[in-house]
Structure formats: structure tokens, C-alpha cells
């Protein structure tokens, strides 16, 4: 009888140790976490916003973007926000990429959409905006400086992240060949124009240039760069539709 009330009494002492044990490791577990929680309050606090790579918007703009919550202040909630969740599209930018230089400074490199021209399209009343492989990837009303606009085209609609809806296959290649080039050469007009037989023009204000159908559209306007700045000031139309390597002249009619 007496072993047994020693036994309880004995396991009785084991369970109240055991307790104060457990009550201790759960305390310092708190105590760890709310530190932890203290450290990332008011350690993380996004004093300063490194923007690269954008072109379309500012850093300001870019900034705005990314410290668009009420928990943007923080710079570690900011870095798994973009890192794990999916987070809002925004026009014209592709995605952005985001690091933490030290716990005050955030690093956001912006990957913007690759656009090398744009068509209007009526039924939408916006402008469909198309990469170098002919795919639309933005429509907006907004008008991008040094992006050409293209008309002669039919396009009713444009579904986006599909290809340009340009049934003549030589003509989407006509222009693409064209965009790409252009842009290559740094020789970007206000506006390119198919005419109903496919021939195309550039406009780069008072100068108008002739590049005519498909043949060596890449070669004549590798031409341009030595040629437009020459031409500053002037009006009238550059003949260059005609060129070939055997017959390689280049005629200007300035209007009188």
C-alpha cells in the first residue's frame, strides 16, 4: 500500500516536471517568435526603391506599383509577395524582379514586353500591340512614342497572346521582316503602310519612303540610317523600292 501512494506520488512529480518543461519550451518558442516578429517589424521597413530596366514607365510609376498595398512597407513581405503569390498584371510590363539589396532597400528589375508595332483596332477602339514573332501582347488606347503604327492591315479583332489575325502570310512576313529590321537599325518611322497590293511605305514626317513589296526589304533598310539624317529638314519621297545589288541607286524627289 505505501509503495503504491509512493509510485502515484512519485509520477505525480515526473508530470508536473514534464509540464514545467514543456510550459518552458513553449515560452521560449513565443518569446523566439515574437522577437522574430519585433526584428522583421521594424528591422524590414522599405526606405529606398532601385528600379532597372524600365523604359515605358518611370521609377516613380514603378514604385508605385510594387508599394501598392498596406503592407508594402515592409520590405520582406514585398519580396515574398512577388516571389511566391500572384500578384496584379500591369500594362506593358512583362514581370518584374525583385530582391532586397539590404532590409531597407528594394531592387526591382523590370522585364517589359518586347513591342515592335501597333495596329488600331476599331471594333475595340484600342491600339493591338505585336512582338517580333507577329503575337499581340498588349491592347490598350495608349500610344507608345517610337513604337510604329501600321495601317493598310485588316484586322477586325485580336485575341491577346495570339498571333496577328493577317490571313496573307506574305504580308504578315512583309511586315515582320520590316518591324524587326527597323528596329534593328534604329530607324523607327511614325507609321508603316501596306497599300492594297502589299507595297510598303515608311513616314518619318515630311519624308516619305518607298520600300516597295517583300524582295531585300532587310538590305534597303539597312540603307536608311546613312541616308535619313541627310534628309533632316526636308520633304518629299525617298525612292528606295527599286534597289537590288545590281542596280543599287537611290533617288530623293524633294517637293518643290
Excluded at 501582347?137 to 501600321?150: A, F
Excluded at 497590293?197 to 519612303?209: D, E, F, H, M, T
Amino acid at each position: 500500500m505505501q509503495k503504491n501512494r509512493e509510485e502515484l506520488a512519485r509520477k505525480k512529480r515526473r508530470g508536473r516536471k514534464k509540464k514545467k518543461i514543456l510550459l518552458s519550451v513553449f515560452l521560449a518558442v513565443l518569446l523566439t517568435a515574437g522577437i522574430g516578429v519585433l526584428v522583421v517589424w521594424k528591422l524590414f521597413t522599405v526606405r529606398e526603391v532601385i528600379v532597372e530596366g524600365n523604359q515605358h514607365y518611370s521609377s516613380k510609376q514603378v514604385e508605385r506599383f510594387v508599394l501598392s498595398d498596406k503592407y508594402s512597407w515592409n520590405s520582406l513581405y514585398v519580396l515574398l509577395k512577388y516571389r511566391f503569390l500572384e500578384t496584379e498584371d500591369i500594362p506593358f510590363i512583362d514581370t518584374m524582379e525583385i530582391s532586397l539589396k539590404n532590409p531597407h532597400t528594394l531592387k526591382v528589375h523590370v522585364y517589359e514586353k518586347s513591342l515592335i508595332g501597333y495596329l488600331y483596332i476599331s471594333a475595340i477602339g484600342q491600339n493591338a500591340y505585336f512582338d517580333s514573332d507577329g503575337f499581340v501582347v498588349e491592347t490598350s488606347k495608349e500610344t507608345i512614342p517610337d513604337i510604329p503604327r501600321v495601317e493598310g492591315l485588316s484586322c477586325d479583332k485580336v485575341v491577346l497572346y495570339e498571333k496577328l489575325p493577317i490571313q496573307d502570310e506574305d504580308v504578315l512576313k512583309s511586315l515582320l521582316t520590316t518591324t524587326q529590321a527597323l528596329k534593328k537599325n534604329e530607324v523607327i518611322p511614325e507609321k508603316i503602310t501596306f497599300d492594297k497590293k502589299g507595297a510598303i511605305s515608311l513616314s518619318y514626317g515630311g519624308i516619305q519612303v518607298l520600300l516597295g513589296y517583300r524582295d531585300n526589304l532587310t538590305q534597303k533598310i539597312l540603307r536608311l540610317p546613312g541616308i535619313l539624317p541627310e534628309l533632316s529638314g526636308k520633304n518629299g519621297i525617298l525612292h528606295v523600292e527599286n534597289w537590288t545589288e545590281h542596280t543599287t541607286d537611290i533617288i530623293f524627289d524633294e517637293n518643290s
